[in-house]
């Protein structure tokens, strides 16, 4: 279905494989609550590629528009981490952080399964504006395609934690293409129809990068139970994994 707002957050990492479980266990029950209960944050899904040791997590977060990334209530979350998220964040392994403008976004429902395409273009030249950009519509109900978004990376964001920012060269753009569909096998199978409607849209597309993921985890703002704001700390579970 077509996201929410007029921003997005995508960011790839790995995770020291020792604490997976634990991970597994913080990012579901107290990391993606918590960030979704700052105001201007909507939605938040977690993916997972189980099998690789690298680019192996994707997190998606639907932003009302990107100014919930510089709200003091969002600062007050990263800067005063809990102490389970103190714990994680060492446990971090290529981090990627995009803010992201939404340029486009189409669909119905949620797909089982994601792949994400970072790329950039020229600043001077092929630039993914109208009227290109309904031809990414053109992927949608074909191959398993259930839905496509188009953002556009905010390359002035800075992140404390381990983050790699957004760094194309200074003539560059970068860009994030997500498309959600039924199975992994799916998105695979549509990846050369993907990249051939990528450079008919923008022939001097470079630095593609692709990977498919599994939908893991998706939280809303409407399952949030301890009411609108920062979510408490879920020490009782931190304790249960300090145990182990």
Request: proline letters at 7%; a negative charge.
């Amino acid at each position: 279905m077509p996201l929410r707002g007029s921003g997005f957050l995508a960011l790839w990492n790995d995770f020291d494989p020792a604490r997976e479980a634990e991970y597994e266990c913080w990012h579901t029950f107290e990391h993606v609550p918590e960030r979704v209960g700052i105001d201007g944050f909507l939605s938040g899904r977690r993916y997972r590629a189980s099998e690789r040791s690298e680019s192996q997590y994707f997190t998606l977060y639907e932003l009302e528009s990107l100014a919930a990334l510089g709200s003091p209530n969002y600062a007050k979350v990263v800067d005063h981490p809990t102490a389970w998220s103190t714990a994680m964040r060492p446990s971090f392994r290529n981090f990627l952080r995009w803010p992201c403008e939404t340029l486009l976004t189409s669909g119905v429902g949620i797909g089982g399964a994601l792949a994400t395409m970072r790329f950039t273009v020229p600043k001077d030249g092929a630039t993914l504006e109208e009227p290109t950009l309904p031809s990414f519509e053109n992927l949608l109900e074909t191959a398993g395609i259930t839905s496509i978004h188009l953002g556009r990376a905010d390359q002035r964001s800075q992140f404390p934690v381990q983050n790699e920012p957004v760094r194309p060269s200074a003539d560059r753009e970068a860009y994030v293409l997500l498309v959600e569909g039924t199975t992994r096998a799916s998105l695979e199978a549509a990846e050369p129809a993907v990249r051939a409607m990528l450079l008919q849209s923008a022939k001097q597309a470079e630095d593609t990068t692709w990977a498919t993921f599994d939908l893991a985890f998706s939280f809303d703002r409407l399952d949030i139970r301890a009411g609108n704001g920062r979510q408490p700390p879920r020490d009782d579970l931190r304790r249960r994994h300090a145990g182990d």
